[in-house]
């Protein structure tokens, strides 16, 4: 599960890109998760599962999926229009990790380790190295620095959604928590956007173009329906940090794609940038690396 979330997760900074070209971002986002989630509860429905969350879980449901879905989406996504991708993954890849461990320890659900330092550090200097000479090669001013501001933000309200969900999973289980929070966070998110956002009803004639529609379709199907399940299941099993670590081997499979799709160059500082981020990882995912 954690290779099949590298693997997708590394993927969908191109169609997000592809899609928010012609979408507005609400739109395209919103509509995703919204269908994801109610994908997700009809087919716990024909397994004969019943979801009826408690009364007095429902604020605290809601609060998680608007930081998971509704706030880290539209922010994140309007964030990519005004940065490159490559400024989008050093931000997101490095702050990810460390957010979520900053949260669990926070939060009193787990403690900082040595080796998880150890990890933590190695990750953010081979982000650093694979992404940084390129992406920080101008100096940011005017929407690049809003666009950098709203991919971190996206983050901490993902990462911070990301640890809340793991008490919750003492009354849901993990395909049902993915459904209810992406069900709420995505209506929550088209509905916002048909009000406010320009564009946001004309879109809903679905008018896209094929590239568009291939990449949201492909969000939908791995990138969310799968993954986001799997996801939670991690987090159920390894706690809320350890499953964060996809962020130093996404990027690397980022560069890969680029490199086979779009005859993207990789060097030797790329090499360098993705053997420190994959080792990174494998010192973490050890046994012990997280303590709890």
Known sequence: MFTFICF???TTWLAMKVGIATVPPGVFAGLRWTVAGAVLLIILRVRGERVRPRLRLVPRLV??????ITLNQVIQLYGLKFITAGLAAVISSALTPIALLGFAVAFGQERFTKRQISALALGVVGVCTLFGPSAFAGTLRGSQVGGALGVTIGCLCYTSGS???QPMMRHFGAV?????TDLIGGVILLLASLL???GAWAAMSFHWGWPSLLAWLYLLVPGALISTTMYFLLVRDWG??????????????AVAAGAWLFDEHVDWGDAVGMALMLAAAGLALQRGGVAR
């Not at 049902?176 to 209810?180: F, M, R, T, V």
């Not at 809320?240 to 499979?253: H, M, N, Q």
Request: aromatic letters at 12%.
């Open 8 to 10: 997708v997760w590394g």
């Open 63 to 68: 609060f998680v999926s608007v930081l998971l």
């Open 163 to 165: 640890v809340m969900t």
């Open 176 to 180: 049902q928590l993915a459904g209810l």
């Open 196 to 198: 406010v956002e320009p």
């Open 240 to 253: 809320a940090s350890k499953p964060g670590l996809y962020a130093f081997i996404s990027p690397v499979i």
